[in-house]
């Protein structure tokens, strides 16, 4: 048998997810997205891990049923080790270590954000894959970095996050407005008829490929508190030009840093990943560049950009092949840097 069949588990925050890729195509890419978390404004950690537990076997069931492919098939399951909350984290680590155990078949440990950059190599018809050497900015409710990628598990960052993650930023400004968790998203969505010049925010001075998003998410407070005061009904009746200012400002502070990137290092191929790369905003500022700096500019297709197991798999699929395999000794990272 040629095809490579791969079990991909995920479970580092608050989506449980399983996929089934052959030969790095998917054939499966289930996500149970836990509802448990919006009346709290945000993950609670320990009813995370409680409904991983819960989820984590029907959605195995539905993406081996839904690939139309046995347990007996499979050539190895790999798991998402970390970053992520510990609690979380376990539940795969210890599901994917007893089935890799039960199947007698290969378990493959994977690193969540460099699965976020290799989402990009998830095989799928006209398609261009980068090339290596290429840049990716990865972009999410945990992370902010800038990574220099010199092969599929080579990886430097070369710039990052001194506080807040970008997708904490948009959570944190959507929170302030009182919009529901997550609100990256709805903030996407009220900016599409905004006017995103409408309240001009402050950039941070960083030095280097480094991002900052505390004084931002500060400047955000202190200026909804400051209309609020003098209009109760301030944000209802500016909602959607205070999402758009806010959204214009983050991508303006990104794309800034990965402009910065681009002339230092020389490299034109960029990527993004992670679940803020979801953001229509971004997106189109990475078609700009393209057209106007000449990059060739990689952006993942949606499914893959807010957590997933269809990037968990792809990473598998090259660790496979190259017989790169964990034993189990391996243990769940929380934090965990490649
Ligand atoms: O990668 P991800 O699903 O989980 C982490 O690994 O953190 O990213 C989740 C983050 C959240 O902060 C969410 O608000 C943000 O991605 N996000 C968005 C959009 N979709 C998801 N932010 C802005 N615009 C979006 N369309
Ligand atoms: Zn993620």
């Known amino acids: 048998n040629q095809n490579i069949h791969i079990l991909a588990i995920e479970s580092s925050c608050d989506d449980t997810a399983a996929a089934v890729l052959c030969n790095g195509k998917i054939l499966s890419n289930i996500v149970a997205t836990q509802e448990v978390h919006k009346q709290y404004g945000g993950v609670v950690p320990e009813l995370a891990s409680r409904a991983h537990q819960q989820n984590i076997v029907p959605v195995i069931h539905q993406a081996l049923a839904k690939a139309n492919i046995d347990k007996k098939e499979l050539s190895a399951i790999a798991f998402t080790r970390g970053p992520g909350l510990m609690g979380s984290l376990l539940v795969g680590t210890s599901f994917a270590k007893s089935l890799s155990m039960g199947l007698q078949i290969p378990l493959i440990e994977v690193n969540h954000m460099q699965a976020h950059i290799l989402a990009h190599f998830i095989e799928e018809e006209n398609f261009d894959k980068p090339e290596f050497p290429f840049l ?23 710039g990052q996050t001194t506080d807040d993650a970008v997708g904490e930023a948009f959570d944190k400004s959507a929170k302030i407005m009182g919009l529901p968790y997550p609100g990256g998203p709805l903030i996407d969505k009220y900016s599409k008829e905004g006017n995103p010049k409408a309240f001009p925010f402050p950039k941070p001075k960083v030095e280097g490929l480094d991002f900052s998003f505390s004084g931002f998410k500060t400047a955000v407070l202190y200026f909804i508190q400051r209309e609020t005061k003098k209009d109760p009904d301030f944000v209802e009746k500016n909602l959607k030009d205070i999402c758009a200012s806010v959204q214009y400002t983050i991508i303006e502070i990104l794309m800034d840093k990965l402009k910065k990137a681009v002339k230092q290092t020389g490299i034109k191929q960029v990527a993004i990943g992670g679940g803020v790369s979801a953001n229509s905003g971004i997106r189109q500022a990475m078609k700009d560049a393209e057209k106007n700096l000449g990059w060739k500019s990689f952006i993942p297709k949606f499914e893959y950009t807010t957590d997933n197991a269809a990037m968990i798999g792809i990473a598998g699929y090259y660790k496979y092949l190259s017989g790169d395999f964990a034993d189990y000794s391996v243990t769940a990272k929380s934090r965990y840097k490649f």
């Open 136 to 158: 990716a900015m990865t972009i999410s409710g945990g992370h902010t970095q800038i990574v220099k990628v010199n092969d599929y598990f080579n990886m430097e960052i070369i």
